[in-house]
């Protein structure tokens, strides 16, 4: 589980091709501290950790990304160079500093626009018509791991804002129209609306 607070910013070392994709990521964490087999959410992807090292460029670890995660992901267009958000999993005791995120992307949406509003940046994107039923406004979701309010609605369009510090410390501020980011709908909004179904289900029996 993560809390989607984005604690750095990864860059896509190299890319190899084996049975599943096999992504190393350069990272500002101390990976002698990370075991592997533990989960780092990447742009919002829960992946685990098969290897891990330092060498003369820094730390980084290594993720293999199967066939469905390239599917319903943005990792498909990853490549070296690739500026991405992680968040290490949540530990019993931490901060719950954004809301709960599992880490299992439910599809991606695409930027529609991005307006500076102060300091701020004010950007809507489009959600897929199965998933855009979930997101409604004042209520969270995750987009590329990180944790946003919605502020509007409109069909299947949402906004959110962006402050200053969120532009700076994730991958959100250099986005624009037509960028494609991974999606993960709040999961008490994904109960709720099953709740509701069961219930209407029920009726027509």
């Not at 901060?95 to 991606?108: A, Q, Y």
């Amino acid at each position: 589980m993560f809390t989607g607070i984005i604690t750095d910013i990864g860059l896509v070392r190299s890319i190899e091709q084996r049975g599943d994709t096999r992504f190393v990521i350069g990272c500002a964490y101390d990976t002698s501290k990370i075991t592997t087999g533990a989960s780092i959410a990447c742009s919002g992807c829960c992946l685990t950790v098969t290897d891990k090292g330092r060498d003369a460029t820094g730390d980084w670890f290594a993720v293999d990304a199967s066939a469905e995660t390239l599917t319903l992901t943005t990792a498909k267009n990853w490549c070296e160079g690739t500026r991405i958000n992680l968040e290490r999993a949540l530990k019993v005791g931490d901060e719950l500093g954004g809301h709960i995120v599992s880490g299992h992307v439910d599809g991606t949406a695409r930027v529609v626009s991005v307006t500076p509003e102060g300091d701020s940046l004010r950007l809507v994107f489009a959600a897929p018509d199965a998933l855009a039923k979930f997101i409604a406004p004042k209520g969270s979701v995750t987009l590329d791991g990180a944790s946003l309010t919605v502020n509007e609605v409109t069909g299947a369009q949402f906004g959110v804002n962006i402050i200053p510090h969120t532009q700076s410390e994730t991958t959100l501020g250099a986005l624009t129209p037509g960028t494609a980011v991974n999606l993960e709908i709040d999961v008490l909004a994904r109960y709720v609306a099953r709740l509701d179904e069961a219930r209407a289900e029920r009726r027509e029996t």
